[in-house]
């Protein structure tokens, strides 16, 4: 159930969130917000939310992946992807620093954009750093998916989305993708679903081609 979450075309998906003022933390109103994005992110299901998601443009994120999800991909899957079980990670007011040239592309969705999935560049490894809900410092230094969680997330705190990252042609229903490109690589998804030189605008006037 993701009826909750607010879906794309929301102008609160588009804007800057607010930085989370001082004057926030560590109380019951900080809480109750984390609590509720912990619960709608569980409910849908999902491994990260951003406030802007369930309606409140602040920055607070949240991400969480379970081993019960994860045990639903194959082995090949959860190592090539990077894939690994971590409790409930909550940062405020989040920067991220992406660490090294390394990419990955893999088959990413949204909450927000509910029901389609696509191709996803992200960077191999990242470093976030934030508060917690008491205001204390914290960082996560991390690789692979959580990796490709916070980028997801931190994006929409600044009114980015998934989609305005994706390979387009590879932009699916989640069914298709379940059902055509489930265990296949990325390189075989992009081989039948179009070249990434071939991603550029075409050309409206005929003479330009
Ligand atoms: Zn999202």
Redesign the pocket.
Known sequence: MTSSIVQVGAPVLRGRAAEVGPELMGTTMLDALVERMVEAMRAAPGVGLAAP?IGVPLRVIVLEDREEYIAKVSHEERTERGRQAFPVRTFVNPVLRMIGPERATFVEG???VNGFVALVERALEVEVSGLDTFGRAQSWRVRGWPARILQ?EVD?LDGT??IDRMHTRTFSTAENARAQYAGRSTAEIQKVLGPRHSERPRPLDPDER
């Open positions: 998601q949204c909450l927000s997801h929409h989305l998934s």
